[in-house]
Nanobody, 121 residues
C-alpha cells in the first residue's frame, strides 16, 4: 500500500502565498511523476503541475509564472509553492504520484485525500 498525505492548505489572500506539501509513504520501489491537481466546485479535476523523476516540470497555463512545483527525492515529498494567489485558485488540491511497488511492476497512480485552498479577502 502507498499513502499520500497532503498538508499546507487553508485560507490565502489575493496576491498572497501558500505552500502545499505531499509526502508519499508505504511500499514504494520507485516514484516516476508526481503532481498536483485541483477541483473547484462544479468543475472537473484539472492538472496544476507535474514533475518527473528527472526534474522536468509541466504547468497549467493558468498557473505559469505564479506556482512552482519541486520535490525532495530522499523524502518522497512534492511541494507546490503558490504565489500571487487569485480567487480562481480556490479549489481542493490533490496530490498524485505514479508509483511502482516492486521492480517487476509498472507504475500505478495514487492520490492524496485532498486539501482545501481558499483564496479570499
Amino acid at each position: 500500500q502507498v499513502q499520500l498525505v497532503e498538508s499546507g492548505g487553508g485560507l490565502g489572500q489575493p496576491g498572497g502565498s501558500l505552500r502545499l506539501s505531499c509526502a508519499a509513504s508505504g511500499n514504494i520501489f520507485r516514484i516516476d511523476t508526481m503532481g498536483w491537481y485541483r477541483q473547484a466546485p462544479g468543475k472537473q479535476r484539472e492538472l496544476v503541475a507535474t514533475i518527473t523523476s528527472g526534474g522536468s516540470t509541466n504547468y497549467a497555463d493558468s498557473v505559469k509564472g505564479r506556482f512552482t512545483i519541486s520535490k525532495d527525492n530522499a523524502r518522497n515529498t512534492v511541494y507546490l509553492q503558490m504565489n500571487s494567489l487569485k480567487p480562481e485558485d480556490t479549489a481542493v488540491y490533490y496530490c498524485n504520484a505514479e508509483v511502482a511497488t516492486t521492480f517487476f511492476t509498472t507504475t500505478f497512480p495514487y492520490w492524496g485525500q485532498g486539501t482545501q485552498v481558499t483564496v479570499s479577502s
